[in-house]
């Protein structure tokens, strides 16, 4: 196993905002780590030599004293307790009110306070409701109270918040989880106000614009009843907390900290030295060290002192400060469109002028269309929108063919762009893929095999893969479906090489589908397999086909990469794993030559040398997104098929990045010049085989097969196709054994020819 210990930190503010996350990526190499006080052991990883390295350690103590909150329960036993996710303390789920949803109020301001719970106490609660992107549902009813005892002897009582999703019990306006995974989605949020019973203030509210102090996601104790005694959960915010350490550009670190006003400064040190490597005020939330090893990690004590020198509170925290390895410049665009949530897919254009664009998915917004010629060496600029269509939602991924751009959206249809000219893209047309569901949309896209394969069906809409033919690119033709087998999984992501496709089953621990789809009117299952824990967001094949590479989003057995030798399919073997950081989670991944790119969320890009499947080595790495947190947020997709060899990353929060290599990194590819243009593999093939070539630039194209007489036995591909590598599945069981001549024709003209041999 190859375990890059990149630091990181159990927060993921984001994590209650969707179900599943849209597979849910942060396009920098995140370096922080949040630490608890009452962890000391560290634990070591591997690393390859010049990557950067961290320790990381996480951790509620038995006594419910964490990093950043103390929490208390009486009396026993308790008959609730925290969901696990991940928050600060009370089992992982009780967080401060902006680490949740968010806040109007900073937890710096944060009293302690006491939730009693009570059958016989009600207080008026304004209700949430989670599915429809937590928008006022009404007013309900918590069965207790929530008090301010910053002044003990005068407790000030406060309003709460409830959020319910809008089915069975979790619809009824009342707070009462059950003992489910995650309690039925019941959260309960303490507001600053004072409450009076009148929460009509809040009806025009929603759930991320709360003053929000505190909130609790909480499940029934199996075996235990709700509210079997009336009970009282103490909530004490620590004197420092949430103190994280940030690599924020080689050789420098970023200090964080959040603290009360107990003390009346923070000393920042190396553990075990007595040298002041930092000093601020306690209100200066931060401080930056600079000319640090960028080789090593850095153990930090950080300190809350008062006047008198006494400590009133301690914490560590430990980073290496490196932020890139193997890049030589990078450029970044938030286009800052209105109405845009977050980012989401990327995918490149290249223009007959040769002009490179990244096309970047705006989540609520549309499609932006990017000139990143110039870039990184300047700063990308947008010459082009297409707004999201009417009534849809979240236009979440992309895809090309020829000048054709496909807009899918998780609500709604998908939207056919022509990129004829690239600063007035046009809508030219929508495709419904899900034409008998109320509000149908999808979830993701490919292009494959001059077709189009949509996945990720919404409600009652297709589970599977639906696929339409592009002879008419502005008018897809349906061709055929292939529905999931049962009503559990459905599939996440799809990938096609040749004749198989790989359908990634996220749900339920199901794995990956082989599936054989040389015909696409007539797909069938080929074999599956899994993994224990599975949760297969999505995969990438090495350019042979021998290997793939599983991206898991949300398993429950690490959400990391794992390599799977695919050269017995009816005997999948996993090969090995890749893990850059033990609680940080993968996204999207593509393989370009013998580089496998990974847009791993807060870990930003990730780059591996795969040249040998079973044993990835990291080679580069870059990291956008600087908050030390780990989970849903950062680098949704790094696409690298451009012809410049740029590398497109789009992060979720910051938008478009553009990050060239460093030569060394790229130097083991062959240059797009000297590349072959056109390969067979395997080669002598059986039954079926993948034919790649790559284009320059955007051309027409006829890819034929023909016999030893020059006479044409099959048509492979006929028309349009977008500048970038291209695999086509080559069907050898109707071919008599022998030896043909496989030709690329472009523009007219023979490009390319390559000999393939069929045995039997």
């Given at each position: 196993?190859?375990?890059?210990?990149?630091?990181?930190?159990?927060?993921?503010?984001?994590?209650?905002?969707?179900?599943?996350?849209?597979?849910?990526?942060?396009?920098?190499?995140?370096?922080?780590?949040?630490?608890?006080?009452?962890?000391?052991?560290?634990?070591?990883?591997?690393?390859?030599?010049?990557?950067?390295?961290?320790?990381?350690?996480?951790?509620?103590?038995?006594?419910?004293?964490?990093?950043?909150?103390?929490?208390?329960?009486?009396?026993?036993?308790?008959?609730?307790?925290?969901?696990?996710?991940?928050?600060?303390?009370?089992?992982?789920?009780?967080?401060?009110?902006?680490?949740?949803?968010?806040?109007?109020?900073?937890?710096?301001?944060?009293?302690?306070?006491?939730?009693?719970?009570?059958?016989?106490?009600?207080?008026?609660?304004?209700?949430?409701?989670?599915?429809?992107?937590?928008?006022?549902?009404?007013?309900?009813?918590?069965?207790?109270?929530?008090?301010?005892?910053?002044?003990?002897?005068?407790?000030?009582?406060?309003?709460?918040?409830?959020?319910?999703?809008?089915?069975?019990?979790?619809?009824?306006?009342?707070?009462?989880?059950?003992?489910?995974?995650?309690?039925?989605?019941?959260?309960?949020?303490?507001?600053?106000?004072?409450?009076?019973?009148?929460?009509?203030?809040?009806?025009?509210?929603?759930?991320?614009?709360?003053?929000?102090?505190?909130?609790?996601?909480?499940?029934?104790?199996?075996?235990?009843?709700?509210?079997?005694?009336?009970?009282?959960?103490?909530?004490?915010?620590?004197?420092?907390?949430?103190?994280?350490?940030?690599?924020?550009?080689?050789?420098?670190?970023?200090?964080?900290?959040?603290?009360?006003?107990?003390?009346?400064?923070?000393?920042?040190?190396?553990?075990?030295?007595?040298?002041?490597?930092?000093?601020?005020?306690?209100?200066?939330?931060?401080?930056?060290?600079?000319?640090?090893?960028?080789?090593?990690?850095?153990?930090?004590?950080?300190?809350?002192?008062?006047?008198?020198?006494?400590?009133?509170?301690?914490?560590?925290?430990?980073?290496?400060?490196?932020?890139?390895?193997?890049?030589?410049?990078?450029?970044?665009?938030?286009?800052?469109?209105?109405?845009?949530?977050?980012?989401?897919?990327?995918?490149?254009?290249?223009?007959?002028?040769?002009?490179?664009?990244?096309?970047?998915?705006?989540?609520?917004?549309?499609?932006?269309?990017?000139?990143?010629?110039?870039?990184?060496?300047?700063?990308?600029?947008?010459?082009?929108?297409?707004?999201?269509?009417?009534?849809?939602?979240?236009?979440?991924?992309?895809?090309?063919?020829?000048?054709?751009?496909?807009?899918?959206?998780?609500?709604?249809?998908?939207?056919i762009i022509d990129l004829a000219d690239p600063a007035n893209p046009v809508e030219v047309g929508q495709l419904s893929v899900q034409p008998n569901a109320s509000n149908g949309g999808?979830?993701?896209?490919?292009?494959?095999?001059?077709?189009?394969?949509?996945?990720?069906?919404?409600?009652?809409?297709?589970?599977?893969?639906?696929?339409?033919?592009?002879?008419?690119?502005?008018?897809?033709?349906?061709?055929?479906?292939?529905?999931?087998?049962?009503?559990?999984?459905?599939?996440?992501?799809?990938?096609?090489?040749?004749?198989?496709?790989?359908?990634?089953?996220?749900?339920?621990?199901?794995?990956?589908?082989?599936?054989?789809?040389?015909?696409?009117?007539?797909?069938?299952?080929?074999?599956?397999?899994?993994?224990?824990?599975?949760?297969?967001?999505?995969?990438?094949?090495?350019?042979?086909?021998?290997?793939?590479?599983?991206?898991?989003?949300?398993?429950?057995?690490?959400?990391?990469?794992?390599?799977?030798?695919?050269r017995d399919l009816d005997n999948v073997e996993l090969v090995n794993e890749i893990v850059v950081a033990p609680e940080a989670i993968v996204h999207n991944c593509y393989v370009r030559?013998?580089?496998?790119?990974?847009?791993?969320?807060?870990?930003?890009?990730?780059?591996?040398?795969?040249?040998?499947?079973?044993?990835?080595?990291?080679?580069?790495?870059?990291?956008?997104?600087?908050?030390?947190?780990?989970?849903?947020?950062?680098?949704?997709?790094?696409?690298?098929?451009?012809?410049?060899?740029?590398?497109?990353?789009?992060?979720?929060?910051?938008?478009?990045?553009?990050?060239?290599?460093?030569?060394?990194?790229?130097?083991?590819?062959?240059?797009?010049?000297?590349?072959?243009?056109?390969?067979?593999?395997?080669?002598?093939?059986?039954?079926?085989?993948?034919?790649?070539?790559?284009?320059?630039?955007?051309?027409?194209?006829?890819?034929?097969?023909?016999?030893?007489?020059?006479?044409?036995?099959?048509?492979?591909?006929?028309?349009?196709?977008?500048?970038?590598?291209?695999?086509?599945?080559?069907?050898?069981?109707?071919?008599?054994?022998?030896?043909?001549?496989?030709?690329?024709?472009?523009?007219?003209?023979?490009?390319?020819?390559?000999?393939?041999?069929?045995?039997?």
């Open positions: 196993m190859i375990s890059l210990a990149l630091a990181c930190r159990n927060r993921n503010p984001n994590i209650f905002q969707g179900s599943p996350p849209r597979c849910p990526m942060r396009i920098a190499f995140v370096l922080t780590v949040l630490l608890s006080a009452s962890v000391a052991a560290q634990t070591p990883w591997d690393t390859p030599e010049g990557a950067a390295a961290a320790r990381v350690a996480s951790a509620t103590a038995d006594d419910g004293v964490s990093e950043s909150l103390g929490w208390s329960w009486s009396p026993d036993p308790r008959w609730i307790e925290g969901v696990g996710f991940r928050l600060d303390a009370f089992d992982g789920g009780l967080a401060f009110g902006d680490r949740f949803l968010g806040s109007t109020v900073p937890n710096r301001e944060a009293p302690p306070v006491e939730i009693v719970f009570d059958r016989f106490t009600q207080t008026t609660a304004p209700v949430f409701e989670r599915q429809a992107s937590y928008v006022h549902a009404g007013q309900g009813v918590f069965r207790g109270a929530a008090y301010d005892v910053s002044d003990p002897t005068s407790p000030r009582r406060l309003n709460v918040a409830i959020t319910q999703d809008a089915n069975a019990q979790t619809g009824d306006l009342v707070w009462n989880p059950d003992d489910s995974q995650l309690g039925a989605r019941e959260y309960l949020i303490v507001l600053a106000s004072t409450y009076t019973g009148d929460v009509s203030a809040y009806a025009d509210a929603n759930a991320f614009q709360l003053d929000a102090l505190y909130a609790l996601a909480a499940r029934e104790v199996a075996g235990r009843a709700l509210y079997e005694t009336t009970a009282t959960l103490a909530v004490t915010p620590e004197p420092i907390r949430e103190v994280r350490a940030t690599a924020v550009a080689n050789g420098t670190l970023e200090v964080d900290w959040t603290a009360t006003s107990e003390g009346t400064s923070v000393v920042v040190s190396e553990a075990g030295s007595a040298s002041a490597l930092a000093t601020a005020a306690p209100e200066a939330g931060g401080v930056r060290i600079e000319g640090l090893d960028r080789s090593r990690a850095y153990d930090l004590t950080v300190e809350l002192r008062r006047d008198d020198g006494s400590v009133v509170g301690s914490r560590t925290a430990s980073a290496q400060p490196a932020v890139s390895l193997g890049v030589a410049a990078v450029s970044s665009l938030d286009p800052g469109r209105e109405g845009t949530s977050t980012y989401g897919d990327t995918w490149g254009y290249v223009a007959p002028d040769g002009t490179e664009y990244g096309l970047l998915a705006a989540r609520g917004g549309g499609l932006s269309v990017i000139d990143v010629s110039g870039a990184p060496a300047a700063p990308p600029v947008e010459v082009g929108f297409v707004p999201t269509a009417s009534g849809a939602q979240d236009s979440k991924d992309v895809k090309t063919y020829g000048r054709y751009a496909y807009l899918v959206n998780e609500v709604g249809p998908v939207q999808s979830h993701n896209l490919l292009v494959a095999n001059d077709h189009l394969w949509v996945v990720g069906g919404r409600n009652n809409g297709t589970a599977g893969v639906r696929v339409y033919a592009l002879a008419d690119p502005t008018a897809p033709a349906y061709v055929g479906e292939y529905q999931v087998p049962d009503g559990i999984s459905y599939y996440h992501d799809f990938e096609v090489r040749g004749t198989l496709a790989l359908g990634a089953r996220i749900y339920g621990g199901e794995g990956v589908d082989v599936l054989d789809v040389r015909d696409p009117a007539d797909i069938r299952l080929v074999s599956t397999f899994t993994y224990p824990g599975a949760g297969a967001h999505n995969t990438c094949m090495t350019e042979d086909g021998s290997h793939v590479f599983v991206g898991d989003e949300i398993g429950s057995a690490g959400n990391w990469m794992r390599t799977f030798d695919l030559g013998n580089l496998l790119f990974a847009a791993h969320y807060t870990e930003g890009l990730r780059v591996f040398d795969v040249s040998a499947p079973a044993a990835p080595v990291e080679v580069a790495f870059y990291d956008t997104y600087q908050p030390a947190d780990v989970g849903f947020s950062g680098a949704w997709t790094a696409y690298p098929y451009l012809p410049s060899g740029k590398v497109l990353v789009s992060d979720m929060q910051s938008g478009l990045w553009v990050v060239e290599l460093e030569a060394q990194v790229v130097a083991d590819e062959p240059a797009p010049e000297a590349a072959p243009a056109l390969t067979v593999a395997p080669n002598p093939l059986g039954a079926s085989a993948s034919v790649q070539f790559a284009l320059p630039e955007a051309a027409d194209v006829r890819l034929t097969v023909l016999d030893v007489r020059g006479r044409e036995v099959a048509v492979l591909a006929d028309g349009p196709r977008a500048a970038g590598a291209h695999t086509v599945g080559l069907d050898g069981r109707g071919l008599p054994a022998g030896v043909y001549l496989v030709r690329l024709g472009v523009n007219g003209r023979t490009a390319a020819t390559a000999r393939a041999t069929v045995v039997r």
